[in-house]
């Protein structure tokens, strides 16, 4: 049976990726870490998804499996993937073997990824031209000439200036933005079904970051794509996101429409990164969340985050599992046992 969209997801649209039980372990000297832990979630076509959470939670080796990219000693140990595509029918991609040219056919054509650093996503040994012109050749029936063409129309369209010079260059003669432009133009040009977006923004300054991000969603709106968003910035959530999965130590802890989500957060995970929020303090002060995600070596018992929760309580949030997804609100889950008593506390979700 291929999974059907969680419940913490609208189900009247059409899902494009459906992921369901997602466990991604790291076999390593000490010993067999679980970086991804039951993850699920589903995308429906046209929309935004963004994944949410600290560095070290799970997000691009969750992403990295969709494309089965996971490095080793990584492996996917459990869980499906399906991608159900209009152009190539529905596809099992965990099914998929590595000389599979489905699966090839899946990378980089019905799925592409904008990754984190231009730098590292861009090879400094060929020119930008010549790598959009091989992801061009190897997913559309055209000839080099036409790849060309193509490649310095995708560049134009995506703000890169003198695109028929810039085709021409190498990497490290061309500024971060122009890269990082570079980069989602390679990821653009065979049109995608989903695009996955590994925080494409980071290392930018904020005007370029917003024209960045103005690209990506006008992109969106022209091919029909649907996009899968890896960032730690809610801020960014708030712009660009449909709906909100937040991960912490390799699970999800609250999903849902971004906007009830971000205006009624139900997890203190969730509430602890609104208000290290810059915009949502007074005084300047930012109210960071104390510690540090702790490592999958050392994984606590009961609530991953319960050491760092000031709501935490003694004898029920540190025994046992995780806590699982439950519902908070409609078309809004929460993974806390505390969750209803803490709205409570502060105040009415609805």
Same mark, same amino acid.
Do not use: W
């Given at each position: 049976?291929? #999974? #059907?969209?969680?419940?913490?997801?609208?189900?009247?649209?059409?899902?494009?990726? @459906?992921?369901?039980?997602?466990?991604?372990?790291?076999?390593?000297?000490?010993?067999?870490?679980? /970086?991804?832990?039951?993850?699920?979630?589903? *995308?429906?076509?046209?929309?935004?998804?963004?994944?949410?959470?600290?560095?070290g939670c799970g997000k691009s080796v969750t992403a990295y499996s969709i494309l089965r990219l996971i490095p080793k000693p990584g492996r996917v140990v459990r869980g499906r993937m399906v991608l159900y595509s209009r152009r190539a029918g529905i596809i099992d991609i965990g099914g998929l073997g590595?000389? &599979?040219?489905l699966l090839y056919q899946v990378r980089g054509g019905l799925v592409s990824m904008i990754f984190q650093e231009p730098m590292t996503a861009l090879s400094p040994v060929h020119?930008?031209?010549?790598?959009i012109s091989e992801a061009i050749l190897l997913h559309r029936e055209v000839t080099a000439v036409e790849a060309r063409r193509i490649g310095i129309d995708m560049l134009r369209r995506v703000g890169v200036s003198a695109p028929e010079h810039r085709f021409d260059q190498y990497p490290h003669e061309i500024s971060g933005g122009m890269r990082q432009r570079a980069v989602i133009a390679m990821a653009l040009v065979c049109n995608p079904e989903l695009l996955i977006a590994d925080e494409p923004t980071t290392a930018l300054d904020m005007t370029t970051q917003a024209q960045i991000l103005g690209l990506i969603k006008a992109f969106q709106r022209d091919i029909g794509c649907s996009i899968?968003?890896?960032?730690?910035?809610?801020?960014?959530? /708030?712009?660009?996101? &449909?709906? *909100?999965?937040?991960?912490?130590?390799?699970? *999800?802890?609250?999903?849902?429409?971004?906007?009830?989500?971000?205006?009624? #957060?139900?997890?203190?995970?969730?509430?602890?990164?609104?208000?290290?929020?810059?915009s949502l303090n007074t005084g300047g002060h930012l109210a960071? *969340?104390?510690?540090?995600?702790?490592?999958?070596?050392?994984?606590?018992?009961?609530?991953?985050?319960?050491?760092?929760?000031?709501? @935490?309580? @003694?004898?029920?949030? &540190?025994?046992?599992? /995780?806590?699982?997804?439950?519902?908070?609100?409609?078309?809004?889950?929460?993974?806390?046992?505390? @969750?209803?008593?803490? /709205?409570?506390i502060n105040g009415p979700a609805r």
């Amino acid at each position: 049976m291929l #999974p #059907p969209a969680p419940e913490s997801v609208a189900s009247d649209g059409e899902v494009l990726l @459906a992921v369901e039980d997602l466990h991604v372990h790291f076999f390593t000297d000490n010993g067999e870490l679980s /970086a991804v832990d039951g993850v699920s979630f589903s *995308i429906q076509r046209g929309r935004t998804l963004a994944l949410v959470g600290e560095s070290g939670c799970g997000k691009s080796v969750t992403a990295y499996s969709i494309l089965r990219l996971i490095p080793k000693p990584g492996r996917v140990v459990r869980g499906r993937m399906v991608l159900y595509s209009r152009r190539a029918g529905i596809i099992d991609i965990g099914g998929l073997g590595e000389g &599979d040219d489905l699966l090839y056919q899946v990378r980089g054509g019905l799925v592409s990824m904008i990754f984190q650093e231009p730098m590292t996503a861009l090879s400094p040994v060929h020119t930008v031209g010549s790598q959009i012109s091989e992801a061009i050749l190897l997913h559309r029936e055209v000839t080099a000439v036409e790849a060309r063409r193509i490649g310095i129309d995708m560049l134009r369209r995506v703000g890169v200036s003198a695109p028929e010079h810039r085709f021409d260059q190498y990497p490290h003669e061309i500024s971060g933005g122009m890269r990082q432009r570079a980069v989602i133009a390679m990821a653009l040009v065979c049109n995608p079904e989903l695009l996955i977006a590994d925080e494409p923004t980071t290392a930018l300054d904020m005007t370029t970051q917003a024209q960045i991000l103005g690209l990506i969603k006008a992109f969106q709106r022209d091919i029909g794509c649907s996009i899968l968003f890896i960032t730690h910035d809610l801020g960014v959530v /708030a712009q660009t996101a &449909d709906d *909100i999965a937040v991960m912490y130590l390799g699970r *999800i802890v609250e999903h849902g429409n971004v906007h009830d989500v971000l205006r009624h #957060p139900g997890h203190p995970y969730t509430q602890g990164l609104l208000r290290s929020l810059p915009s949502l303090n007074t005084g300047g002060h930012l109210a960071a *969340i104390p510690g540090a995600v702790p490592s999958l070596t050392a994984i606590p018992a009961g609530c991953g985050f319960h050491p760092r929760c000031p709501h @935490a309580r @003694a004898g029920l949030c &540190d025994i046992g599992g /995780a806590p699982a997804l439950r519902t908070f609100a409609p078309a809004h889950s929460v993974a806390c046992v505390r @969750a209803e008593e803490i /709205a409570a506390i502060n105040g009415p979700a609805r």
